[in-house]
């Protein structure tokens, strides 16, 4: 029992080395679905030393589950599949980690919210946190590690903001869609405020100069 707990425990700690380090996640309370971590400890219980390929792999996995939503309803049959799958993964038997059977769609993106509970809302601050955001103003790179607190939403921005869409008769879901929030800074948060995109959008391109291109990349715009 005392061996199988530190090896659970060294598990652990080199699952949480790879979300921070290789995934960039700043926070655990960021982990899109927290049984993630389960079936990362196992895999690196097993293999604590992984190849190039092996860790691509997996990080691949991380992303592929996590997008796909597939840990909502993990239940136990699931979990048995799953070990299994690791268990061949980690002997060599196979090279790929088994993931969802169907892709995860684009759609996610327009037809989910952007809630701090939401499971998606995670993924999307993950994924730009991943890609080191860029200020759209002052083209510093944000400091993720408060942006991504939920406590300071505030740094969360509609890049279409929400007055500007509400005068236009569109809609709270759809003003509130993934695929609407980016990073900023505070203080460029409150200086675009709401203004129209066509006239902050010409601002940043200003300002950004021949930089737009990699900052509008950084953002995943």
Do not use: C
Request: hydrophobic share 40%; aromatic share 10%.
């Amino acid at each position: 029992m005392k061996r199988a707990t530190e090896e659970a425990k060294e598990g652990y700690k080199r699952a949480i080395d790879f979300l921070s380090t290789q995934i960039k996640l700043p926070s655990d309370e960021n982990i899109p679905y927290v049984n993630q971590a389960v079936v990362l400890t196992e895999i690196f219980r097993l293999i604590p030393n992984p190849s190039a390929t092996q860790y691509a792999e997996i990080q691949n996995w991380f992303w592929k589950t996590g997008i796909s939503g597939y840990f909502g309803g993990w239940n136990t049959g699931m979990m048995a599949t799953d070990l299994a799958a690791v268990q061949d993964f980690a002997s060599g038997k196979v090279n790929v980690l088994a993931a969802p059977q169907r892709p995860p769609s684009e759609k996610i993106w327009v037809q989910q919210q952007f809630r701090t509970n939401y499971a998606h809302a995670k993924i999307l601050a993950t994924l730009l946190a991943f890609h080191r955001p860029v200020d759209l103003l002052t083209k510093q790179y944000i400091d993720v590690d408060k942006a991504l607190a939920w406590t300071n939403g505030r740094e969360f921005h509609h890049f279409f903001p929400r007055a500007y869409l509400k005068s236009h008769g569109v809609t709270n879901q759809r003003i509130g869609s993934l695929a609407n929030i980016i990073m900023l800074t505070s203080a460029s948060n409150k200086r675009i405020s709401d203004r129209a995109p066509s006239d902050y959008l010409r601002e940043v391109a200003e300002r950004a100069g021949d930089d737009l291109k990699r900052v509008l990349d950084s953002n995943l715009i």
